[in-house]
């Protein structure tokens, strides 16, 4: 069974571009873990096995894909990254994604079922904001489209 990422932490990037990884993310992300650019500004980030799979269905897809498909994965795997924790479970954030999500110092690592998304703390909490706001609005036609 595939472990499902859920919760919010609030990490500290260190001087080094280096996160923490929260504990209750450890055991999925302990063989590796690949990060790279995600939507709205953050970083996705997969488990090895996972991005595989993703992986695996970009290539399927990518012959009907139109430019503007093409051009987003190449930005996606352009950026990704693969790492392996430290003992202290630490993974470096680099430069280039740091920029892209304009992650500091206070992170938002965030589950969202089968990857983890890094945000900056401040971006997250407006982002956050603006989404709950609408929440209960889209609760109906969301959980129809999926049921």
Known sequence: ????????FAPKLDDKGRVILPAK?????SGGLVM????????????????????ARMEEQAPKL???G???????LSAATQEIPDKQF?????PVLRKYAGLERDLAFIGTGSRAE????????AYSAQAEA??????????RALF
């Open 25 to 29: 993310f450890r055991d999925e992300f």
């Open 90 to 94: 630490r993974v470096t954030i680099p």
């Open 118 to 125: 890094i945000w900056d703390a401040a971006k997250w909490e």
């Open 70 to 76: 093409r051009a987003y994965i190449r930005m996606f």
């Open 36 to 55: 790279t650019r995600g939507s709205d500004g953050c970083v996705f980030v997969y488990s090895e096995r996972e991005f595989e799979k993703l992986h």
């Open 66 to 68: 139109d430019e503007k």
């Open 134 to 143: 609408g929440f209960s609005e889209a609760d109906a036609e969301v959980i």
């Open 1 to 8: 069974m595939v472990p499902v990422l859920l919760g919010t």
